[in-house]
C-alpha cells in the first residue's frame, strides 16, 4: 500500500500547475477539426524521428481508431482510454528539459510517455478524430484531495446536463465523477471555451476574450511537422 502511494505521489508531484496564472490566460481556445490524416507519413516520419518502435505505436494508434470507428461513444472511450494508458508517465522537466511542456499526441506516441496534461490531450484529440463532439469533452483540471495535488483528466459529457466521466492515467477504470471523490475540479477547457468548476460538473462559463498560450502553442504543433526531440530517451 505504501509503495502504491508513494507512485501515485510521484505522479501527481510532477503535475501541478499556477492555478491563479493559467486561470488568467485561458478563455477562448480553438481546436483542429476531424482531418483525414496520411498514415504511411505519420508512421515514416516516427520512425525516423524516434525510432522503430515508435512507427510500431503509431500503427497501433491507427488500428485503434479504425476499430473504434464503427462503435458507440462509450466503447471509443474505453477503447482510446485503454490504450494510452499503456504509455509511460514521466516528468517534463526530465522529458523535455522543461517543467512544463504540453506534448502532441503525434509526439506523445512518439517517444511513449509524458505526464498527466499529455495524457489528457492525447485521448480528446484521438476521440475528436473518431468523431466524438469536442462539446462533450473537457480537459479539466482537479485536485487529488487525498494527495494534496494537482492533476488533470478528461471529462466526458453524454449530454449538457450529465455527469461527466473520467478518463484518467492514474485510476484506469472510466468512473462517473460522483464516484471520484479524490478529485475537486478546478477549471475546465476544450476547443472553445473555459468554464471554472465549483462542483463535479459542468461548471461556470468564464468568458471567451483571451487565449491559453500553451493551448495555442500545442495546436500550432499538431502534426508531424513540428516534431520535437526529447531530453531523455525512454527507449
Known amino acids: 500500500m505504501s509503495g502504491r502511494l508513494d507512485y501515485k505521489n510521484s505522479l501527481l508531484r510532477v503535475c501541478r500547475f499556477s492555478l491563479i496564472a493559467s486561470a488568467l490566460s485561458i478563455c477562448c481556445l480553438y481546436a483542429k477539426p476531424t482531418q483525414n490524416l496520411d498514415e504511411t507519413k505519420i508512421v515514416s516520419t516516427l520512425e525516423k524521428k524516434y525510432g522503430e518502435r515508435a512507427g510500431m505505436r503509431a500503427r497501433a494508434w491507427f488500428k485503434v481508431q479504425s476499430e473504434a470507428s464503427t462503435m458507440s461513444e462509450k466503447e471509443k472511450l474505453l477503447k482510446v482510454n485503454n490504450f494510452f494508458n499503456l504509455f509511460n508517465f514521466v516528468d517534463d522537466i526530465k522529458l523535455w528539459g522543461e517543467s512544463n511542456y504540453w506534448a502532441t499526441p503525434m509526439e506523445f506516441i512518439g517517444v511513449n510517455g509524458g505526464d498527466c496534461e499529455d495524457f489528457s490531450i492525447a485521448k480528446y484529440f484521438t476521440l475528436l478524430q473518431l468523431g466524438v463532439q469536442e462539446d462533450k469533452m473537457r480537459i479539466t483540471m482537479v485536485k487529488a484531495t487525498t494527495l494534496n495535488q494537482y492533476h488533470m483528466v478528461l471529462a466526458y459529457y ?19 465523477a460522483t464516484q471520484r471523490k479524490d478529485l475537486l475540479p478546478v477549471y475546465s477547457f476544450n476547443g472553445k471555451q473555459l468554464w471554472l468548476n465549483k462542483e463535479q460538473g459542468r461548471g461556470v462559463l468564464a468568458g471567451s476574450s483571451t487565449r491559453l498560450e500553451k493551448w495555442n502553442d500545442l495546436n500550432h504543433r499538431l502534426g508531424v511537422d513540428r516534431l520535437r526531440q526529447p531530453k531523455l530517451k525512454l527507449e
Do not use: C, G, M, Y
Open 158 to 176: 453524454e449530454t449538457p446536463a450529465s455527469i461527466p466521466l473520467v478518463l484518467d492515467n492514474l485510476d484506469h477504470t472510466i468512473k462517473p
